[in-house]
């Protein structure tokens, strides 16, 4: 593959250095080191938070949740889009106002476990393209967010300083090449980044059909890759048909990427119901299907690994069937569920995004009407007498 860098903007003085109850398919056998029932019985099992988070402040109300993150420190990172906001909602904003509440909040918010906020940023400026539909948010160790969107003219992943001042801009808005292309996006939907190694994973995405890896310093194009490892294929699949064989391509949009402890790389491939597992360099490892009778949006819209050494355990946020599901990591047995459809607290509709804090509580967004972000704290297993 050609190593040329892809399309960049660095800022003035930036630094470059700076898982289907009852039902599972596991492509490449793997033995567990625990028995079925005995992970069943320490699967992670939680409880919603009703009063998290708190209210915001100055009449501001959130839109859809397009991406959800959590840093090093604790700290809840949230991607919002003003932009999907109703004339109601947003009434007091309006010249003149129709309504006591509310206004857009910015779409960059960072939150403490608590559900406090405690500072916000972003939208569109000169030196870099926002996008129209944000989509996705990723927070490195070294404190940099980054950014992307899923609107048709998103083509663009841009990485700030957590402050919000822009460092660098990979891929154009209204500029798309195809899945075989080095420097341009297709309406990305989910970033990863592999710090030790300096490498940015983008799930690109809902146009294009493929995982792309750039530097994370320079921007500079490393590999991409398909379903099942091949060369990644633009071309229209049909509609998802549960009975036939596993689609060797992924289905757009492919819409998450994220990199376990042990360097797998685990891809949403939403519409397909499936998880793909691969090496960080794009072998295929195996596939786990979820709920494979699921149509309409599909069932694995975002995943998180359990917080225990081995990350033993995912939870795979189904926004079809709007369940969290607890699959073991290993072979993508389903071992237990959360939430169902529902406006209730602990209840989801259109349940889109998914993160976790080091104490294991999770964190979710939901899109669609919802506009709703809920907290679900990790209950204590049992002690053993």
Not at 94 to 114: G, K, Y
Not at 198 to 224: C, M
Not at 318 to 345: C, I, M, P, Q
Request: with cysteine; hydrophobic share 35%.
């Amino acid at each position: 593959m050609s190593t040329r860098n892809a399309t960049v903007k660095l800022c003035s003085g930036a630094s470059r250095a700076a898982l289907l109850v009852g039902l599972g398919l596991l492509v490449v056998p793997a033995q567990s080191p625990v028995a079925a029932a005995d992970l069943r019985d320490q699967a992670p099992r939680y409880q919603v938070d009703a009063f998290w988070p708190k209210q915001l402040p100055n009449n501001w109300i959130v839109g859809q949740i397009g991406g959800l993150t959590v840093d090093q420190h604790d700290h809840i990172w949230v991607l919002q889009r003003p932009g999907s906001l109703t004339v109601d909602e947003k009434g007091a904003s309006l010249t003149p106002p129709r309504s006591m509440c509310c206004s857009p909040a910015p779409p960059v918010m960072e939150l403490d476990p608590e559900g406090k906020l405690l500072h916000t940023w972003g939208g569109p400026s000169a030196g870099f393209e926002w996008p129209d539909n944000e989509h996705g948010i990723y927070v490195d160790k070294e404190d940099n967010v980054w950014i992307g969107g899923s609107g048709p003219n998103d083509h663009q992943v841009l990485k700030f300083t957590r402050d919000g001042r822009f460092l660098m801009q990979i891929g154009h808005a209204g500029k798309t090449g195809g899945s075989l292309s080095h420097e341009l996006l297709g309406r990305p939907a989910g970033i990863d980044v592999d710090d030790q190694n300096h490498e940015v994973y983008i799930a690109d995405g809902y146009l294009n059909k493929r995982i792309i890896v750039f530097d994370s310093q320079t921007g500079a194009f490393k590999r991409l890759w398909g379903g099942h490892g091949d060369p990644p294929d633009d071309r229209d699949p049909g509609p998802y048909d549960p009975s036939a064989p596993p689609p060797q391509q992924f289905r757009s949009p492919v819409h998450c990427v994220h990199i376990s402890h042990d360097d797998l790389v685990y891809v949403c491939d939403r519409l397909n119901d499936r998880i793909q597992v691969f090496t960080r360099q794009g072998r295929f490892v195996k596939e786990f299907f979820l709920q494979k009778s699921t149509l309409g949006n599909g069932s694995v819209w975002d995943l998180v690994f359990s917080s225990d050494k081995d990350e033993a355990f995912m939870e795979v946020a189904d926004g079809e069937n709007n369940v969290l599901w607890t699959l073991s990591r290993n072979d993508g047995k389903t071992l237990g569920s959360t939430g169902h459809n529902g406006r209730n607290a602990g209840q989801f509709h259109w349940v889109h995004q998914i993160a976790r804090d080091s104490k294991g509580n999770l964190y979710t967004g939901e899109v669609d009407t919802s506009k709703r972000l809920q907290k679900f704290v990790l209950v204590p297993l049992p002690s053993s007498k």
